[in-house]
């Protein structure tokens, strides 16, 4: 059976909206240049400068980084090109709406040169809604913010919070909690706009002892971050807060949501002393204001899947994620096992990412 016959049988048989919420677009330096105010074009054009590269290995896949097939023939890579996503992603599986989460994230790049780090991100928005979002109506786009820096975060978020294509403040973990008063201001602002504030690992994104010896090591490890940052916004009270706050923890995976719910819970009614200001159960603040993307997903039978939901107490948790064009994508029809109830399969697929990015319908 070819991939095409393949993925029509069980198109037929599976007919429903999907909505992506994890697509990496992609820019190179030199096509950002034109769109950073001239003090910064400098330091790409003269200066040299690249983003560091903080991963202290290769990742060691057919295609590096990329699914093989998705790097373009000029040898660009996945991401790069639109055409080549509407041919692998949104025509092939139907795609209704993908969420863009990009690539080039100063969140990530660490504290120096902050002024500079802000400027490219507005570059790249711009760059991001004239390349990508005003071309194909199928993509809906993340402001990308320097969070180093929360006021001029916010001043972006101010500017482009209210364009009607752009859904989600996007931010990437580095080494700090984003519950720590600091990026307040960053909150604050997305809320301001009813933005979904999406949450993403990076490349120097520690696991709890660091970086191990191996690439398989760290990438088995990536969920701790996402545990790392759900339990610092909740038990710093940012959703106390701001109780309009909507979180999306992206590339995470979800398997592990239940054991920080319990866990949360246990700690908060031993310790309930030090946040007088969480008021409810962590397990109770984290249904109503975090959701979960589903990829990496790992395989487990749909009685798994089930109880995972079940020990969740709530359907409306995980969102569709295929993560493309990263060689560990998954596809929409491999995703979720066989087996679902329909209801909970369509949830999955698009009514909960329909809800928390508050899309048309």
């Known amino acids: 059976m070819t991939a095409l016959s393949e993925h029509t049988e069980v198109a037929d048989a599976i007919r429903t909206e999907i909505i992506d919420v994890d697509v990496h677009e992609r820019a190179a330096l030199e096509e950002l240049v034109p769109y950073l105010a001239p003090q910064w074009r400098r330091y790409i054009t003269q200066f040299g400068w690249q983003p560091e590269r903080l991963l202290p290995y290769a990742q060691p896949t057919a295609g590096g980084l990329d699914r093989a097939d998705a790097k373009l023939p000029d040898g660009r890579p996945g991401g790069s090109d639109l055409g080549l996503v509407r041919e692998q992603l949104l025509d092939l599986y139907d795609i209704d709406t993908a969420v863009l989460t990009g690539w080039l994230n100063a969140s990530a790049l660490g504290p120096g040169w902050p002024e500079f780090k802000t400027g ?24 990308h913010v320097n969070a180093h820096d929360p006021a001029g975060a916010a001043r972006e978020i101010d500017r482009l919070g209210g364009h009607p294509r752009i859904v989600q403040v996007m931010l990437y973990i580095g080494d700090k909690p984003f519950g720590d008063p600091f990026y307040e201001p960053l909150f604050e602002a997305a809320v301001r706009h009813g933005l979904v504030v999406g949450i993403h690992h990076s490349e120097n994104s520690p696991t709890a002892l660091g970086h191990h010896r191996l690439f398989a090591e760290w990438h088995t490890l ?7 940052q759900t339990v610092s916004l909740v038990f710093n009270g940012i959703f106390e807060r701001h109780p309009e706050l909507r979180v999306a923890m992206i590339e995470g995976g979800f398997s592990w949501v239940p054991h920080i719910m319990w866990r949360s819970d246990q700690q908060w009614r031993e310790l309930r002393s030090e946040v007088p200001w969480l008021r409810r159960k962590p397990s109770d603040v984290i249904r109503e204001h975090i959701r979960f993307a589903t990829q990496p997903i790992e395989e487990m039978t749909a009685r798994q899947f089930s109880g995972i939901v079940e020990q969740m107490e ?22 979720l096992p066989g087996g679902l109830s329909e209801t909970l399969r369509r949830k999955v697929l698009a009514g909960n990412a329909r809800a928390t990015y508050r899309l048309p319908a």
């Open 120 to 143: 490219l991100m507005s570059a790249y928005n711009d760059w991001q809604i004239e390349t990508w979002l005003e071309r194909e109506p199928r993509l809906v786009g993340s402001v």
């Open 314 to 335: 709530s359907d409306e948790l995980i969102l569709f994620s295929s993560d493309y064009p990263h060689w560990d994508f998954d596809s929409p029809e491999r995703a």
């Open 222 to 228: 990536v969920s701790q971050v996402f545990m790392s």
